[in-house]
Structure formats: structure tokens, C-alpha cells
């Protein structure tokens, strides 16, 4: 009887949903205070996007100033950016919750910039408390290069956006991650993600750069999934 008890009690605790990846995409380049551009979101609930961009620098600073979803009149949140060279900086955005379907991304910037883009969403992410870590960085000049990052939520996915300040063929995935999507005009950026979840604790990405050796910033992050509570079962323990 207490065994089945216990069982019963185990069937009460929280049951984590699983993280699915959607869409990704080439968001496009240009030159201008700000990017429009269509982006599709997949189905299914809990859903989010992220957006990283690759901008230029002016007095200190990043000249991009936002991302917006227009179909929802929701700005997303910036997870961090890290300056890329001396006039590039490289910045990574979420939105929870985004509207399923054809949405229309406006990048904004405060002057006139070079502006490109990418995204990728998944469904099945926690809706609040994201992103569960993150980590921008610098690394030195070199054709591979390993980033790390504490994640924290067990079954958590990583993505991580990336990009140098000059051109060359798009970066290509080592060990631990996936390549998404790249700037396929100039070769910039790229983003990369873990095709799956990952355990709490450290993890690592290598990339590689088969152009020339440039120092790469990245914004790298997790994210936790949703949990559904499982139905309540009342129950009385007794001593049979």
C-alpha cells in the first residue's frame, strides 16, 4: 500500500515539456536605420524567437536600438551584444510568445547602419524567467574557437548568435552544437544551437571559421522549457 502511495505522490510532480525547434532563417542585410522582413513562426504552444543582428558601432555604442514584432506590436528583449571589431557590434534578441505564422521583424537602429539578421524559434519554452543563462564573449583571432556557458534548468536548450567584423564563408559547427543559419550575403554571422537538451551544469560549442582568422563575439544562451503540472490526486496514507 505505501508503495502505491508513493507512486500516486510521484505522479503529482511537475512534468517538464519538450523543446522543439521550428523555423530558421536569413533574415537579410541592408544598409539604413532599420530592416523589415518576414519571418515565420511554427505551431505548437509555449513558443519563442530570437533574433541576432549584426550592426554597426558609432561614439561607444551599438547602433541598434531594437527588434520589433510588427504583426504583434511586441518588442522583443535583448539577452546581451558584444562589440565585434572596432565599428561592429553583434546583438541577440528573444520574444516569447510570438503569433504563429507570417510575422513581420523590424530591426531599428538609431543612425544609419549596416543591419543583418537572423532567427530561429521553438516551441515548448518556459514563458516567463528566460532566457535560464547567458554569456557574451570575445574570443581571439583563430579558425576554432570554444565557448562555454553554466546552464542551470535541466532539459534546457542552448542557442548561440555569432558574428566577426568582416566577411568570409559562413561559420561552420564543431562539437557540441548545430549550425542554423548564416548570413549568406558576406558570411558575418551564424546561428548555432545544441539539437537538444543538455544537462545543468557546464557546456561548450566550437566553432569553426574556414575564411580568415578573426576575433568572433558571440552571445551565447539557454533556455528552460515549460512545465505542466500533472492532474492532483488526493490521497490519505494509512499504515496498511
Same mark, same amino acid.
Given at each position: ?15 517538464? %515539456?519538450?523543446? %522543439? ?27 519563442? !524567437? ?18 520589433? @514584432? ?18 561592429? #557590434? =553583434?546583438?541577440?534578441?528573444?520574444? !516569447?510568445?510570438? +503569433? ?20 530561429? @524559434? ?9 532566457? @535560464?543563462?547567458?554569456?557574451?564573449? =570575445?574570443?581571439? &583571432? %583563430? ?16 542557442? !548561440?548568435?555569432?558574428?566577426? #567584423? ?6 561552420? &559547427? ?11 550575403? #558576406? ?12 544537462? +545543468? ?14 576575433? #568572433? ?24
Amino acid at each position: 500500500m505505501k508503495k502505491l502511495l508513493l507512486l500516486l505522490g510521484l505522479l503529482c510532480l511537475p512534468s517538464f %515539456a519538450q523543446i %522543439a525547434r521550428n523555423n530558421k532563417l536569413d533574415l537579410g542585410t541592408t544598409t539604413g536605420t532599420s530592416l523589415t522582413t518576414s519571418y515565420t513562426v511554427g505551431s505548437g504552444a509555449n513558443r519563442i !524567437l530570437f533574433v541576432g543582428v549584426s550592426g554597426n558601432t558609432c561614439c561607444g555604442g551599438d547602433l541598434i536600438t531594437g527588434v520589433t @514584432d510588427v504583426t504583434s506590436s511586441a518588442a522583443f528583449t535583448l539577452i546581451g551584444r558584444q562589440p565585434a571589431g572596432a565599428s561592429r #557590434y =553583434t546583438s541577440f534578441w528573444y520574444l !516569447l510568445d510570438p +503569433p504563429s505564422g507570417a510575422n513581420t521583424i523590424t530591426v531599428s537602429a538609431s543612425a544609419s547602419s549596416f543591419i543583418s539578421a537572423g532567427g530561429a @524559434d521553438y516551441s515548448g519554452a518556459k514563458q516567463s524567467g528566460q532566457p @535560464d543563462a547567458s554569456n557574451p564573449s =570575445t574570443n581571439p &583571432a %583563430a579558425n576554432s574557437e570554444t565557448v562555454s556557458l553554466t546552464t542551470v534548468a535541466n532539459n534546457s536548450w542552448i542557442i !548561440l548568435f555569432g558574428g566577426a #567584423y568582416s566577411g568570409g564563408p559562413c561559420p561552420t &559547427a564543431g562539437t557540441g552544437d548545430t549550425l542554423l543559419t548564416c548570413d549568406a550575403t #558576406y558570411g558575418i554571422w551564424g546561428i548555432f544551437d545544441s539539437n537538444g537538451p543538455v544537462s +545543468p551544469g557546464s557546456n561548450s560549442f566550437t566553432i569553426n571559421q574556414s575564411g580568415a582568422s578573426l576575433p #568572433y563575439n558571440n552571445v551565447m544562451a539557454s533556455f528552460a522549457p515549460a512545465t505542466a503540472s500533472a492532474p492532483h490526486i488526493r490521497h490519505q496514507v494509512t499504515n496498511n
